[in-house]
């Protein structure tokens, strides 16, 4: 996660470069314990000069400066630099008050702003920090506050169109997927990646210049990749690196499971490990490459019915002879709901089964059926306990 510096931000804000989400942040901040006091210090040079006719002691002076950052309005802030009468007036009250903002500037602890995230949305961070909060279920356009990247996400695809002048953009975007929604992405090479609840996916808004197309997931994605030989496409988990030559793959790489997986839908693909320089193990279509947690080397490789593996890209969720803590955690990311196991002996139980739309309680009951508990819900959260008694 970007993380912003409090003294950047507000050197940034009385300079008039200040993005809306970093005023917004910085309303917020100054809104806490004595940093109302702090801030007055930072600005007072600057307050000085914009609202002459005021003492800058003024609360009503002070609550007007602050609405100039709510409503992000920068025509009603000027930066220091300019030329204004007053300044001949202000001029030895801003040399004193510049040596104190300088030290507070330099010298003071370091606080950190984060970026303002909606929990419940899918959420994007731009390689300028910026983040857009997106529900999957509207369709809408947004544009940065720079104006020079523009996101549409319609029917639940995600595109981004971005005019940097011909500058690259060092940093990756990040897209973040909340438990209980999907989304689907569209690179700028016009990769399609769908990613699975829970789910993060690094990659850069061009790859114009690269040598390799490289993007890092955290989660689950079924990927399709556009052929292009000569730029590799590869995919980048904690463990295990994936190079593409054109194919339609699934990768699951939750940071919680014991296991990461590779599955081959068509085409080809070499999987590797993250940290050794080795020969990469080839794919066929139909098989899947299997690293756990404990393995340091090496791959299990076996062939599976794909259609298992992938069928959360159409909304339907499949177990195939899975273990009850594995079910868990896959029922916790597709609700959005925490599920407490108190009943032990299921953790190892297996189960097999398809569910197509079906909601919460129909799922709970139909593995009740096989592997017997009562359960109880308040709120997002299921308690599974031993059967009643009868």
């Known amino acids: 996660m970007t993380k912003f510096d409090i003294r950047r931000t507000i050197t940034r804000y009385i300079n008039q470069e200040a993005t809306q989400e970093e005023l917004a942040m910085l309303y917020e901040w100054v809104k806490k ?24 002691k003024s609360e009503d002076a002070f609550k007007n400066f602050m609405e100039t950052i709510k409503e992000g309005d920068s025509k009603k802030v000027r930066p220091l630099w300019v030329r204004n009468p007053v300044w001949k007036y202000a001029a030895a009250i801003v040399v004193v008050v510049s040596t104190s903002l300088y030290a507070l500037l330099f010298s003071t602890p370091q606080e950190v702003l984060e970026p303002q995230m909606d929990p419940n949305l899918v959420t994007l961070q731009l390689g300028n920090g910026e ?92 990927f399709e990749v556009a052929k292009n030989p000569e730029q590799p496409f590869i995919v980048n988990t904690d463990k295990v690196y994936t190079q593409v030559y054109g194919t339609v793959f699934n990768v699951t790489a939750y940071a919680e499971d014991e296991v990461t997986e590779v599955v081959l839908v068509e085409g080809s ?19 899947k490459a299997s690293k756990l947690l404990d393995m340091e080397s090496g791959f299990i490789v076996e062939d599976v019915d794909v259609s298992s593996y992938v069928s959360w890209t159409k909304g339907i969720l499949t177990f195939e002879n899975e273990a009850m803590s594995s079910i868990i955690k896959k029922l916790e990311r597709h609700y959005n709901i925490r599920i407490e196991n108190r009943h032990e002996e299921l953790e190892g139980r297996r189960f097999t089964g398809m569910f197509d739309v079906e909601d919460m309680d129909r799922v709970l009951k139909t593995i009740q059926a096989h592997t017997h508990f009562s359960y109880e819900k308040e709120g997002k959260t299921i308690t599974i306990k031993k059967p009643n008694k009868q």
């Open 131 to 222: 983040v857009l909060n997106l529900d999957p279920n509207s369709n809408v356009t947004l544009k940065s506050k720079k104006g020079n990247t523009v996101v549409s996400l319609v029917e639940g695809v995600l595109t981004q169109e971005n005019n940097t002048n011909g500058k690259m953009i060092e940093k990756d975007n990040i897209l973040r997927i909340p438990y209980g929604k999907r989304l689907s992405v569209t690179l700028q090479d016009g990769t399609v990646v769908m990613l699975n609840s829970g789910s993060t996916l690094s990659y850069p808004s061009s790859f114009s210049g690269k040598d390799k197309r490289e993007v890092y997931l955290k989660g689950e994605a079924f």
């Open 269 to 287: 693909v070499g999987v590797g490990d993250i940290d050794v320089s080795r020969t990469q193990q080839l794919l066929k279509p139909s098989q």
């Open 33 to 56: 314990g004595n940093n109302q006091e702090v801030f007055k210090k930072y600005v007072q040079a600057d307050f000085l000069i914009n609202y002459q006719d005021r003492s800058w």
